[in-house]
């Protein structure tokens, strides 16, 4: 019992706990705010730590020489709380979990985050020693990213800022996280890019990077920054620098790897909150024969509803007027079959619509309507409080008018006729 107590203690420490467990949060929480299902957000905490293990365990063992070679006591693997074997098969283990839970999201987003990890294996394996250190981090981390949002049904991926602000907070957690280890690596042949510029070169391009990131999270979604993304940025960008600050003054200090990964996580807050702009399209499905859009008409044939927006109607097959979304995430379901909608609105009839997403979003996360009437200029904004659900839409005039609908991270579009009375 005593042996299987020490070597569980072993494991979890060869593990790098603190790193596993922020970038598993991280990507939890990404997915959680971006309007991920509780069943894919448990597949992307449960495929990103068990790829994380794999990682971690697969670095002491792979290290164990050299660990012992210049006597870091406090690695498990030389004070003898595990053994490099031990580690070596926990690292090819968690490799099956890893596979099964990040392909149960998608075989797309599945493949995206294998490849996320066999980068970061081939840091271990071999480019910690080249001046290509950087390039499994900004990869992994980009990935990481990537397969976050394609494990979301109907997505396509991020915009280019957030991938390439992704791929920037790795190279900034790369040389920070090996800063206090320069001299021990030196001692056994590890030269990576840190090695080569040298401390205090490599401690202000970790600064550059990291604050570059930040700035690209603020700057990258279109339209002026928000108030809340310039603090954030601002709050980003201080952490970065107070890293580079130790760094200097306590070369061997782990705080700047910590707050590293701080900043990091002040990035995901404001990539949650970029909404929208963080998902560069949609890969919404193809429209059944009983879910075709009715567009801009004053009529409306009832069918049956898509069967994830039937929730509610008995039968489930009721018949309904309704309108599907262009990219097929959100349908609007109206309440008459001629003129539903009139502007100005009728004293004996609301301009009522049910919105049903196919995509869930924060828990009240609003639902933005940016209405433009076809052939001119005018356009008029709505909000839905507490997200897609009941909801009276008035329009100032008759007419077809283009709703641009948001709804957390996910977006679409559709076209409504506001009969004239």
């Not at 900004?138 to 602000?165: D, E, I, T």
């Not at 709050?235 to 620098?241: I, Q, R, T």
């Not at 001119?376 to 008035?394: A, K, L």
Request: with cysteine; proline share 8%; charged share 10%.
């Amino acid at each position: 019992m005593r042996t299987m107590t020490v070597s569980l203690r072993g494991l979890v420490r060869a593990s790098h706990p603190g790193p596993t467990l922020v970038v598993t949060a991280l990507a939890t929480g990404l997915a959680v705010g971006t309007g991920s299902t509780p069943r894919t957000s448990l597949l992307v905490a449960g495929a990103v730590l068990t790829g994380q293990l794999s990682v971690g365990w697969s670095n002491d063992w792979l290290d164990a020489v050299r660990d012992r070679a210049v006597g870091r006591s406090g690695k498990p693997v030389v004070s003898g709380l595990v053994s490099a074997a031990a580690l070596r098969a926990g690292a090819v283990v968690a490799l099956v979990p890893c596979a099964a839970l990040s392909l149960a999201t998608g075989v797309v987003p599945g493949v995206v985050h294998l490849v996320a990890v066999a980068s970061a294996w081939s840091y271990n394996v071999r480019l910690k020693s080249t001046a290509a250190s950087w390039v499994p981090y900004a990869v992994s981390f980009s990935l990481l990213l990537l397969f976050v949002v394609l494990a979301q049904p109907g997505r396509a991926g991020p915009a280019w800022w957030g991938l390439l602000a992704a791929a920037l907070l790795g190279v900034g957690a790369h040389l920070a996280n090996v800063l206090p280890d320069l001299d021990d690596d030196d001692a056994t042949g590890v030269r990576g890019l840190a090695h080569r510029l040298g401390h205090a070169r490599a401690t202000r391009v970790g600064l550059a990077t990291l604050v570059t990131a930040a700035a690209l999270v603020v700057l990258g979604p279109p339209g002026r920054p928000a108030g809340r993304a310039i603090v954030g940025g601002s709050l980003a960008a201080a952490l970065a620098c107070a890293a580079a600050a130790v760094a200097l003054r306590r070369p061997r200090s782990p705080w700047p790897f910590r707050l590293s990964m701080a900043v990091a996580a002040v990035c995901v807050v404001l990539l949650v909150a970029a909404g929208p702009s963080l998902v560069a399209g949609s890969r919404g499905p193809a429209s059944s024969p009983t879910a075709a859009r009715s567009g801009c008409v004053t009529t409306y044939t009832p069918r049956a509803l898509p069967t994830w927006a039937n929730a509610g109607f008995t039968p489930p097959t009721t018949p309904m007027p309704y309108v599907l979304s262009d990219d097929g995430d959100i349908v609007a379901i109206l309440w008459a079959v001629h003129d539903p909608l009139v502007s100005p609105p009728a004293a004996d009839q609301n301009n009522k619509i049910l919105w049903v997403p196919r995509v869930s979003s924060p828990a009240g996360a609003p639902l933005l309507i940016r209405a433009s009437l076809r052939g001119t200029g005018q356009t008029v904004t709505r909000t839905v409080e507490g997200g897609p659900g009941p909801s009276i839409i008035d329009m100032p005039t008759a007419g077809c008018w283009s709703f641009d609908l948001t709804w957390g991270v996910h977006h679409d579009h559709l076209e409504l006729e506001y009969a004239s009375r």
